[in-house]
């Protein structure tokens, strides 16, 4: 079986390679009646797209064309399809390494599984994180869903290589991380990621990174007993992402060193509702969310491709030799990724929140459809403030 899909109500299928003519993405299930625009896909791309500070050199504007399941602006129920034109592709880069696979890149599995006849060594080509365009036009769609209910979700780089944010991070901090150009909470950390970032980058070196995301306004009893929890479902979309390497949520592995009178979150009674008092289970118990806030980390590995020569093989003449990867390659991936990971993250909480029926099925009512534009326009306005400020 193919693996090019994703989510059970909320199903997304994502094509294309990086250096084809472009990328898009299917998806289907969406309800009818949500407002949609090329803009609103464009505003997510935006924080995830290539050319800004200190990440890959590639320049692509990214513009969204959608081609299906719209008309007068909303959603008609039929699947969505959005197809995005790749435009600065240099392909010659990769015609002197391509009997020489990357170590730490799919090269050589794809190789291995597909047979090198078959396997488009162009960027990458389905293994390349091009493909993460579509997820994140997907993630626009589910994201405009989940603000039916208010349901945010912010991503930020909690560590790269051994520099990390001590303490909590708050919510407010974490969403406006996406206007920083290392997505960090705060111009001290900016400058410390920035500072080492240039450093790897002038050693033709690359450096891992660690990413955390709180979801605001979740709704209690996400997730279906027993395998598709929804932790397992959010493991699953979390680790599909080209270089993410581990997932935690909660305590996570920090849990593994507690008592459980340390662990345990005591439950107590808060403006007539049972609350969390600490939430160190990271707002999911029992594979259902309890109405804390999510909070999820997933790490990201060092970029593969660099610059300082590395031992492989020639897999024409059985040769060992050395590489030294000369492309447009982010020094770290972990910035970019967390675009990403929002998206997939918006995914999973959009195929649970229409498989426990907090989502119509079939079509929006007109005030969930005034919600979701209030709600948007609200979403994408934030930070304005503090950026004007010039605090971030
Ligand atoms: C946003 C993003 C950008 C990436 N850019 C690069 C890159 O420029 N060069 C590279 O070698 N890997 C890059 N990667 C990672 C590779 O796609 C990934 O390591 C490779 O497909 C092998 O898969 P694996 O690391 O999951 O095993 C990127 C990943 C993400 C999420």
Sequence with gaps: MPGNSIGKVFRVTTFGES???????????????????????????????????????????????????????????????????NEDVISSLYEETKYTPRPGHADLPYIQKYGFENWDYRGGGRASARETVSRVIAGTVAKKLLLLRRILI?????????????????????????????????????????????????????VGGTAEFIVRNTPTGLGEPVFDKIKADLAKSLLSIPAVTGFEYGLGFEGAKMKGSE???????????????????????????????????????????????????????????????KGRHDPCVAIRGIAVGEAMIALTFADHMLRAGYVSLVKLEKDEVEEIERNWGEYKSLCQQALSAGSQ
Excluded: W
């Design 263 to 325: 662990a345990n979150d005591q439950i107590v009674m808060e403006n007539g509702r049972p609350r969390y008092s600490k939430n160190s289970a990271g707002g999911i118990l029992g594979g259902l969310t309890n109405g804390e806030d999510v909070i999820i980390r997933i790490a990201f590995k060092p970029t593969s491709s660099i610059r300082k020569p590395q031992n492989t093989v020639n897999v024409k003449t059985g040769e060992s030799t050395t590489i030294s990867v």
């Design 19 to 85: 250096h084809g003519p472009l990328v898009g993405v299917v998806i289907d299930g969406v309800p009818a009646g949500l407002p949609l625009s090329e803009e609103d896909i464009a505003f997510e791309l935006s924080f995830r797209r290539p050319g800004r500070y200190l990440v890959s050199g590639r320049r692509e504007r990214d513009q969204p064309k959608i081609v299906s399941g719209l008309f007068n602006g909303k959603t008609t129920g039929a699947p969505i399809a959005v197809i995005v034109n």
């Design 154 to 206: 912010a991503g930020y780089l909690k560590s790269m290589g051994n520099i990390k944010v001590e303490g909590k991070v708050d919510f407010d901090s974490a969403i406006c991380a996406k206007y920083s150009p290392v997505r960090a909470p705060s111009k001290d950390i900016e400058n410390s990621y920035t500072s080492l970032l240039k450093s790897v980058f002038d050693e033709g070196d690359s």
